[in-house]
């Protein structure tokens, strides 16, 4: 069975520090993994996806991703963080053949304080 | 487009009451899924459709929910009776051409928020 595990429920980085939010996977297969964002009181959005093309993977907003099969990992960055990327971020993956079903972690939520 | 409608936004209801949740999925994607979110569950997939037919819903709690979608535009989730656990924001999404790639983005609602008292 697919999951996915988010290492850090809470990260706090000062204004224009570097982001990192840790994901790593387990999948039977090669998977599909993507990043949502959430602000407060909406929906998710997409901000980056990893299809086994390039494993580095840029998305909005800055944000970028690397695919590391060794590590089973898909760690989201961003080299200087901004108040607006105060949010919770998800680590999400599917698999070929499942349907495009996204299975969650758990979330991390971002502060970002001046 | 206007993206995936959900409705209501917010719903306060006391326990024992039917509640149905709505979601219209954004034109011409097929497949539609129901998830749920909690403090302590996180995001959780209840039950998802391809052209109207549905899938898997072994992520549905228990027999006071159940779900419908008896056309491309319409979804509907329903639970009856309602409890105070039940109470989290319901998100429905959407994605394009039913296909089984994997790789396929789903676009979300804005949710709906469910108190139940």
């Known amino acids: 069975a697919q999951s996915v595990t988010q290492l850090g429920s809470h990260v706090s980085v000062s204004e224009g520090a570097l982001v990192l939010l840790r994901c790593n996977y387990s999948s039977s297969v090669p998977p599909y993994l993507f990043w949502y964002v959430q602000y407060p009181n909406q929906g998710l959005q997409l901000l980056l996806k990893y299809t086994s093309a390039a494993t580095l993977v840029k998305g909005i907003n800055g944000f970028e991703a690397e695919f590391k099969k060794s590590e089973t990992s898909f760690h989201l960055t961003k080299p200087s963080a901004h108040m607006s990327d105060a949010a919770e971020y998800f680590c999400?993956?599917?698999?070929?053949?499942?349907?495009?079903?996204?299975?969650f972690g758990a979330g991390t939520r971002l502060a970002v304080h001046p | 487009d206007a993206g995936v409608i959900q409705s209501p936004r917010h719903e306060v209801t006391e326990m024992g009451q039917e509640v149905t949740l709505r979601c219209k999925p954004i034109s011409g994607h097929n497949s539609l899924f129901w998830y749920r979110q909690t403090m302590m569950r996180g995001l959780e997939l209840l039950i998802y459709f391809n052209n109207n037919v549905p899938i898997d819903d072994s992520g549905m709690p228990e027999d006071r929910f159940s779900a419908k979608m008896p056309n491309a535009s319409f979804s509907t989730l329903k639970i009856q009776p309602s409890e105070p656990r039940d109470s989290a924001v319901y998100f429905c999404?959407?994605?394009?051409?039913?296909?089984?790639?994997?790789?396929?983005?789903?676009?979300f609602g804005a949710g709906s928020r469910l108190t139940v008292l």
């Open positions: 999400a993956v599917s698999e070929l053949g499942g349907y495009n079903k996204l299975i």
């Open positions: 999404a959407s994605v394009p051409l039913g296909q089984r790639s994997g790789a396929n983005v789903l676009t």
